[in-house]
């Protein structure tokens, strides 16, 4: 029988003689990963250099997103939505939006301008799904992983709303003003890194036009987080943009259309 | 000479067996008796399958589940295998594979008869060619054959794609099959000369059936080989190791396979897998016979080669 290592022993010694077991950092909520500060460098550097190699990597985007959360501004979206009366609301009841809990098909059917068709509409002319949004994972903070949940799931309202397309240049712009809205660090790098991407007239385009709305718009706005979007799904899109202080930029799509029969 | 309970071996079989030491007859175990005693084991088990748990990774998931959970994984992970394998071992794998390769030193002997290797859970077939490499370049053997078995087509999918750019291509060398390691149905008993493993066995559900499949499989002086991630035998390096394992390799998971949970899985899977005398042992309970200890490490126990022969 091996003798037993005596546990007053330095830690040194024990490592030693005995197996290591690993212990698995224990999660603050379902789906949670707990990561230390090293691994999250880790995530944020890979997935960063990643997905500005492969933009079609959404999932890297989203870690990025949470990687480099830093718990300082994500905390202080959430005492935003706190300081509201909906944003409270918001965070009581934790809605999550998937395409059972909204019926698309519905939403076509309302009148026209309102948020629900304005919506509708914007997710069939893109051919995307409310389903395609990731679960939080690397957020420490339960509630701040709701919070960036929350965000990510009304991203596409904000599309809607500002009519702003998914082509990389209409992401763009809706990054620089959910920065200057929210905060989230990721929207502000995607908003300054991504455009080294670009063509030169689409940076024009940018710099001109949608960097200077996205900002002002972005700023002046009420923080869109606090918004409860099931709830005012029949209510008119340009009340709501005047109660929020958001101006429609220019269509996208018709500026790109332009150019080109010009060419 | 040896002389195996009255079972010569052939004369290839004795230039291959050189690590296998003839002296160990005294822990021999009468061949007959221990397959009946685990035949009855396993049938009083069947019956209560479904409501036995057994682990996955760290989960603990009913024994019927497993099977489908780890197809699940390999499937997710198959096109990105190789890739992923050499960003988990910095390459590290090549070197693993291409020792127990020689090692085994398979190929057709002068007077001998062609090999028969039966290559499971080597879905991509990393050994296979380059056991079909070795014999056909070191022994001028042209005509042993590999059957490739794996419980997941998309593996096999991936192994046989590559296979077209070898010079197997013909297919007349090595086959493809789908199978369950722990029944082998389409494998007739006393029929293969080498049975071989490698990065499978920790995915098994019921590790002691396949090692008696693979008894079932072999032809007497068969060899069974298995390498596999074992527990690494120094304390710090042991540290090391499993803190890198379990912070570093499902992160990269997410960032080159956009999958997190199948390397968690992997990294897991290892943790639970048995130590090398633990797992020397199983093999002797399954009726082979050891050399030694029955393993080699490689790497300080990050992998280790296991080895027995049928008798």
Redesign the interface.
Known sequence: MRPRVPTNFSPCVRLLRRNYTYNAPIPNYPGHVPTNIFQKLFLAAGSGIYSFFDPTRGDLIATLGEATALPFLMERLRDRMLADPTGRRILRERPRITSSSLHIDQLLEYPENTIGRTYAEWLKREGVSPDTRAPVRYIDDEECAYVMQRYRECHDFYHAITGLPIIIEGEIALKMFEFANTAIPMTGIGAVLAPLRLKPKQRERLQTIYFPWAIKNGASAKPLINVYWEEILDRDVQKLREELGIEKPPDLRGLRKKRISRL | MAFLQGLPLRPYQLLRLGHVAYGRFSNARYLSASALLHKSNSESNQQTAASRTTHFG?RDVPEDEKEELVRDVFSSVAKSYDVMNDVMSFGIHRIWKDHFVAKLDPGRRPGGEPLSVLDVAGGTGDIAFRMLDWATEIHNDHQSKVLVVDINDDMLKEGHKRSLATRYADGSRIEFKVQNAEVLDAVPDNSQDLYTVAFGIRNFTNIPAALRAAHRVLKPGGVFACLEFS?VN???L??IY??Y????I???G??VA?D?DSYQYLVESI?RFPSQKEFARMIQDAGFEVSGDGYEDLTFGVAAIHTGVKV
């Open positions: 760290f527990k120094v304390g710090i042991d540290m499993q803190q394992s379990f912070s570093v499902p992160l990269m997410q960032l956009a997190r943790a």
